[in-house]
């Protein structure tokens, strides 16, 4: 028997990550799971560095940070999310690392994340946080495309 005891939605706060949130909820709901619901903060360091910059870069992540914060607090219903375990986090780093970490350290029993779809070149050029998650995921990952098979609620 298959038994869900904390589920990962990972974010980027996109329309594909909110169709992969809706599968989510749905099993969270069904399987009386918690739910863990995290942005990764992607960090961009110039490769040019200029004088100040470290000063507005910890400004910067401190304010990425906190609308991260703020947008997982609004992301869900808040009549489908009350009385209902729910754990929101950010962290930072390339945004597959994040994910694997975070479920590897929360015990996750299963990933739900959105995919963007990409195929040919833009796949190359911008490789795929998704495949990477499901390569290295120490659970089960549901992959939820944006042109796919649409959830109905019974």
């Known amino acids: ?69 703020k947008a997982l607090e609004e992301l869900l219903d808040p009549n489908w999310a009350s009385g209902r375990n729910v ?17 590897r350290e929360h015990e996750i029993d299963m990933i739900v994340l959105g995919t963007h779809g990409w195929s040919g070149l833009p796949h190359i050029l911008m490789g795929s946080v998704a495949e990477r998650v499901v390569r290295k995921a120490p659970c089960p990952v549901l992959t939820v495309r944006p042109e796919g098979h649409q959830f109905v609620m019974p």
């Open 87 to 103: 754990v929101r986090a950010t962290s930072e780093g390339p945004p597959f690392v994040g994910i694997i970490r975070y479920a």
């Open 1 to 69: 028997m298959i038994q869900l005891r904390r589920i990962l939605l990972p974010t980027d706060f996109s329309e594909h990550a909110g169709e992969a949130l809706k599968y989510a909820c749905a099993f969270s709901e069904q399987f009386s799971a918690e739910l863990h619901l995290l942005h990764v903060l992607e960090t961009h360091v110039s490769t040019a560095p200029q004088f100040g910059m470290g000063l507005a870069l910890s400004t910067h992540i401190q304010e990425s940070r906190e609308a991260a914060t």
